[in-house]
């Protein structure tokens, strides 16, 4: 799979203190987008499943959060990430540019199977003339926080 980077201890994507992943691929190539670099998937480096496990396990105080990109670009690996990120007993948040609803009637199961191990989704597209700084955890207003295991 191809990340863009991985930041440990960030408090701005995700409530609480968070190891975070931006994967490289993104397909809505939003207008005023904050990572652009990331939209090509050829973008950032290759990683394995074993070294991306490796590096989350490193910080045993964060939960994690997806992000890029888009995590769903790549669902079909990420998914596995996300499988083991569960099992380490984590809380996992994941940003995407598709909506929840897109997702659900995707009939791609790779997407579908991530879906299901996000504890949270943050969707929507960002809209440059919806941004809005005060809001917690997204840029812009029709972004929504969906809190999927409550």
């Known amino acids: 799979m191809r990340v863009m980077n991985i930041i ?10 968070r190891t975070v ?13 904050h990572n652009p670099q ?3 998937i050829c973008n950032g ?8 496990i490796k590096e989350i396990e490193k910080n ?3 939960d994690v959060t997806f992000s890029g990109g888009d ?6 690996e990420v998914k596995a990430i996300a499988k083991a990120v569960k099992k380490m007993g984590k809380n996992l948040w994941i940003y995407t540019g598709y909506t929840l609803e897109e997702i659900q009637n995707s009939r791609n199961n790779d ?14 597209r960002f809209e440059l003339a919806k941004r809005d700084l005060t809001l917690p955890f997204r840029g812009s207003s029709n972004q929504r926080i969906i809190r999927l295991k409550e």
């Open 111 to 124: 997407m579908i199977e991530l879906l299901q191990y996000a504890d949270v989704l943050v969707d929507g």
């Open 60 to 62: 045993h105080l964060t």
């Open 71 to 76: 995590p769903f670009f790549q669902a079909a």
């Open 38 to 40: 990331s939209w090509n």
């Open 8 to 17: 440990h201890d960030s408090v701005v994507d995700g409530e609480g203190l």
């Open 45 to 52: 480096i290759e990683i394995t499943k074993e070294e991306m």
């Open 21 to 33: 992943v931006f994967f490289a691929g993104c397909p809505h190539r939003c207008f005023g987008c």
